[in-house]
């Protein structure tokens, strides 16, 4: 079975940038690529962003567009998600997993093997 585990988050001040990790312990083959959620108190989880498998495409959302950045190193088995300019919206837990469907890159329903998570606290 695939395992992830999310690291990189922390306290922060508003601007200032975290770098997010998601490092697999297998591998889930036939799957369309990994994608990152996030999930504040009281809120729904919702999408940040997603990677191919190859890694030459990648979707955001629109409040992290232009801010965050998604990136994977096949060689450590990991995906970054890079994140500028942090807001005090993006505070939050920041989950991985893998989209194992074919669907939209934004569908939560369609990814599975889902980390513990990591957290995000952006004050101001």
């Known amino acids: 079975q695939v395992q992830h585990v999310e690291s990189g988050g922390g306290l922060v001040q508003a601007g200032d940038s975290l770098r997010l990790s998601c490092t697999a312990s297998g591998r889930a083959f036939n799957n369309d690529g990994t994608g990152w959620f996030r999930q504040a108190p009281g809120k729904q989880r919702e999408f940040v962003s997603a990677i191919n498998q190859i890694g030459n495409s990648a979707y955001y959302a629109e409040s992290v567009k232009g801010r965050f950045t998604i990136s994977r190193d096949s060689a450590k088995n990991t995906v970054y998600l890079q994140m500028n300019s942090l807001e005090p919206e993006d505070t939050a837990v920041y989950f991985c997993?893998?989209?194992?469907?074919?669907?939209?890159?934004?569908?939560?329903?369609?990814?599975?093997?889902w980390g513990q998570g990591t957290q995000v606290t952006v004050s101001s």
């Open positions: 997993a893998v989209k194992k469907y074919i669907g939209s890159w934004y569908s939560e329903s369609l990814y599975h093997y």
